[in-house]
């Protein structure tokens, strides 16, 4: 029998793009036996997917430890995904043990198991803290709009800056909010980031604007839960907003969204046909 083996690794958004991969391999092989196995990894916040959503911790396993792999070597077919934002179609039906290493950012690569993969992505909405549940109660009958400025990372990890750093600029935002202003009527902003400061500097001017600047560490999935509530959302180059936006089950919400990813290479299917991209 088939096995596929997912790994799990980096921040929380780009987690949910390999367990929705994972979700959608099972569906797509029901005779198949697919697990996920969680790498090690230090940065963000840890393995979130247990803590922040209704997924049950005997369904991640574990399954291949250095030492495995390094034994079964010979029987496993690795499928990386290199072209990171840009779907591939692959096939691997010679292969008895699959790995999957990659990010698999595209709703494409999962479309298949879309109602599956909402259902699973429930927010413990139990572990809400006060000024969340609060802040909820305001977006009734408003049109609300969240803005997520990621910089953090993005500005001194040297890495991180050379792939994605400095493509949400200023600009950006200024042109997402004014597409906004001129195609929602009296719109509410929610501004969401790890600079909160830099963004008050640059947009307290604005009309009905909030900033949400109380949801650090362990509570930060929480910014997202209330990004997924919001009518519609600006998002940056940044799997977190993407999934805040993508679990928006507004029908006409507008979703906006940086024409440009990575600064390295061009991301084909990373966003949703019907997203606006600037």
Excluded at 99 to 108: D, F, L, T, V
């Amino acid at each position: 029998m088939k096995l596929n083996i997912i790994s799990i690794a980096g921040g929380l958004g780009n987690q949910m793009f390999q367990y929705a991969f994972y979700l959608s391999l099972k569906v797509k092989e029901p005779k198949s036996i697919s697990k996920v196995y969680i790498a090690k990894y230090s940065l963000h916040n840890g393995y979130e997917l247990d803590t922040v959503f209704d997924i049950k911790k005997h369904l991640i396993s574990n399954l291949i430890s250095g030492f495995l792999k390094k034994m079964l070597k010979k029987w496993i077919l690795k499928i990386q995904d290199l072209a990171i934002g840009t779907y591939t179609n692959f096939k691997t039906d010679a292969s008895k043990i699959v790995y999957y290493s990659g990010y698999w950012q595209s709703e494409k690569y999962f479309k298949n198991a879309e109602d599956i993969i909402r259902q699973q992505f429930t927010f413990k909405r139990e572990l809400l803290n006060k000024k969340n549940i609060e802040l909820l109660t305001q977006f009734s009958n408003k049109n609300t709009v969240s803005v997520h400025i990621r910089r953090g990372d993005y500005v001194t990890n040297t890495d991180a800056n050379i792939l994605l750093g400095g493509l949400c600029d200023l600009s950006y935002y200024v042109k997402a909010i004014s597409f906004i202003e001129k195609n929602v009527r009296d719109p509410y902003f929610y501004f969401f980031s790890d600079d909160i400061e830099w963004a008050k500097n640059h947009f307290s001017n604005l009309k009905n604007v909030y900033f949400v600047d109380w949801n650090h560490k362990a509570d930060s999935w929480q910014d997202m839960f209330l990004m997924s509530k919001c009518t519609h959302n600006i998002i940056a180059n940044s799997s977190f907003s993407w999934w805040g936006a993508w679990l928006n089950e507004n029908i006409d919400k507008i979703v906006i969204a940086p024409s440009k990813w990575f600064r390295s290479h061009e991301t084909l299917d990373i966003l949703p046909e019907n997203w606006t991209k600037i």
